[in-house]
C-alpha cells in the first residue's frame, strides 16, 4: 500500500471518527443542555429575564408582542386565549385548564412573576387578569409596584431581577399576599 492510501485511509478514519463525536457526543450534550435551559423557563423560580427583554414595549395594544411573551413565561404550556382593552390598559388571560391540574401553588407563583414581568415590559399596562376554569385573578400595576418597591422596569437586569423578584418568590406568604 503506498503512502497516498494509507494517508486517504488515516483521514477516512480521523473523519469517521469527528462525524461520531459530533453526531453522538456534542449534539446530544447540546440538546440536553437546551432542554434543560427550556425546562427552567417553565419555573417562575428557574425563568431567565433575559429571554424575554426583547418583548418591551410602551404599549398594551401590540397583541402578537403579548401573545409572544406569555409564549415565553411560566404557564406556557398552558393553552390559553388572550382578550386586550387598549382603551383601559387591561389585558385578560383565559388559561383553558384547571388549578387543580396544573397545581394551585405553581400557578399562583406563576400568576404573580408573570404580572411583574409583563408590567415591567409593557409600560402602560395597568391591570391583568388571569381566568381559569372556576378562579379569576386580578393583579394591578399599583399592587405589584407596592408589593416590589421599585420602578418595574427598573428591575430589568439579571442580578436585580433575581434578588428583587425571584427570591421574593421562595416565600409563601409573600406570594399569598396577592391571593387574600
Known sequence: ??????LIIVLLIIGVLAFCTVQF?????????????NARQ???????????????????????????????LPLN?????????PD?????????DTLRNIGETKVH????????????LIDNLKQITYGFSGATFIFTRE????????????????????????SKLHDSDFVSRFYE
Open 77 to 85: 404550556s398552558v393553552p390559553r386565549k388572550f382578550k386586550i382593552d
Open 143 to 166: 399592587e405589584i409596584e407596592n408589593s416590589f418597591d421599585h420602578d418595574l422596569s427598573s428591575l430589568l437586569n439579571k442580578e436585580t431581577w433575581n434578588e428583587k423578584v425571584q
Open 42 to 72: 417553565n419555573d417562575s423560580l428557574t425563568h431567565d429575564i433575559e429571554n424575554i427583554l426583547s418583548y418591551k414595549s410602551a404599549y398594551i395594544g401590540d397583541a402578537s408582542n403579548n401573545a409572544n411573551l406569555f409564549t415565553r
Open 109 to 120: 407563583r406563576d400568576l404573580v412573576y408573570n404580572s411583574v414581568s409583563a408590567m415591567a
Open 1 to 6: 500500500m503506498d503512502k497516498r492510501n494509507k
Open 88 to 96: 383601559d390598559c387591561f389585558l385578560t388571560i383565559y388559561y383553558l
Open 25 to 37: 457526543i456534542i449534539i446530544p450534550h447540546n440538546k440536553a443542555k437546551q432542554d434543560e435551559y
